[in-house]
C-alpha cells in the first residue's frame, strides 16, 4: 500500500517552455501533498504544501508564479514549472501523506537545455 | 534546520547488521522519529518510524533511547541494494506532517 507515482519520470525542454508533473497517490486519498526540489549530491528540499482544494503554501525563496502548483482532487497534485530556465533543471520529487507518514513518488528528473 | 544529526557517512558489511545512529537532542513530547532511505537517483522510501517504544517491521528495527535523545535505526541483514543514504527526521503529527531533511548518513554495504 501507500503507492506515490509521478509522471514523466524523465523530461527534456527547451528554455522558456513549461512542465507539467503529475503526482499520484494510487491506493490512498492523500489530503496533504509535498513537493521538493533536489540538486545533485544534496539533500531534499520543501518547496510547497499542497492542500486539496486550497493554494499551495510556498517556503520561502520559491516563486509561487514560476511554480504553479494543482491540487484538484484527493489523489492528484500537479507541478508545472513555467517559463523553464537552464537553473531549473533538478530532482522533483512529490509525496503524500496519509496517517503513517509521507510517501514519496520516484521523482521526475527534469533537464531544461 | 534539521533537527536531528547523523554521521555523513559508513560502511557495512555484506550480511552484518548495520546500525546506524541518529542525535535528536531537541525532540519535543509529541515528536515522532522516522527513518526514509534514498537510492540514487530514486525517491525516498519510507522504512519505520516510532514515537517511545522501540519498533520493528518487516524492513528495520527501531530503537529509541529511553530519554528520546536519539536512536538508532538497525538493519539486520544488511545486503548491496541496501546501500543508500538514511535520513532520520524528527515531526510533529500535528504539523501538517512537514518533514525537515538533514544530510543523512551514506551506507554503503560492502561485499
Known amino acids: 500500500g501507500a503507492v506515490v507515482s509521478q509522471h514523466p519520470s524523465w523530461v527534456i525542454c527547451k528554455s522558456g517552455t513549461s512542465v507539467k508533473i503529475e503526482c499520484r497517490s494510487l491506493?490512498?486519498?492523500?489530503?496533504?501533498m509535498f513537493w521538493y526540489r533536489q540538486f545533485p549530491k544534496q539533500s531534499l528540499m520543501l518547496m510547497a504544501t499542497s492542500n486539496e482544494g486550497s493554494k499551495a503554501t510556498y517556503e520561502q525563496g520559491v516563486e509561487k508564479d514560476k511554480f504553479l502548483i494543482n491540487h484538484a482532487s484527493l489523489t492528484l497534485s500537479t507541478l508545472t514549472v513555467t517559463s523553464a530556465h537552464p537553473e531549473d533543471s533538478s530532482f522533483y520529487i512529490c509525496s503524500a501523506s496519509d496517517r503513517v507518514g509521507q510517501f514519496f513518488g520516484p521523482g521526475t528528473r527534469l533537464t531544461v537545455l | 534546520d534539521a533537527k536531528t544529526t547523523q554521521p555523513p557517512s559508513m560502511d557495512c558489511a555484506e550480511g552484518r547488521a548495520a546500525n546506524l545512529p541518529c542525535n535528536h537532542s531537541t525532540i519535543s513530547g509529541n515528536e515522532y522519529v522516522y527513518w526514509y532511505r534514498q537510492i540514487h537517483s530514486q525517491g525516498p522510501q519510507y522504512i519505520i518510524h516510532?514515537?517511545?517504544?522501540?519498533e520493528t517491521n518487516e524492513m528495520a528495527s527501531l530503537i529509541i533511547t529511553e530519554d528520546r535523545k536519539s536512536s538508532t535505526l538497525i538493519l539486520p541483514h544488511a545486503t548491496l541494494r541496501d546501500t543508500a543514504v538514511y535520513y532520520c527526521?524528527?515531526?510533529?503529527?500535528?504539523?501538517?506532517?512537514?518533514?525537515?531533511w538533514g544530510a543523512g548518513t551514506k551506507l554503503i554495504i560492502k561485499p
Open positions: 491506493d490512498f486519498q492523500a489530503t496533504t
Open positions: 516510532g514515537l517511545k517504544n522501540n
Open positions: 527526521i524528527v515531526e510533529g503529527m500535528d504539523s501538517n506532517y512537514q518533514l525537515i
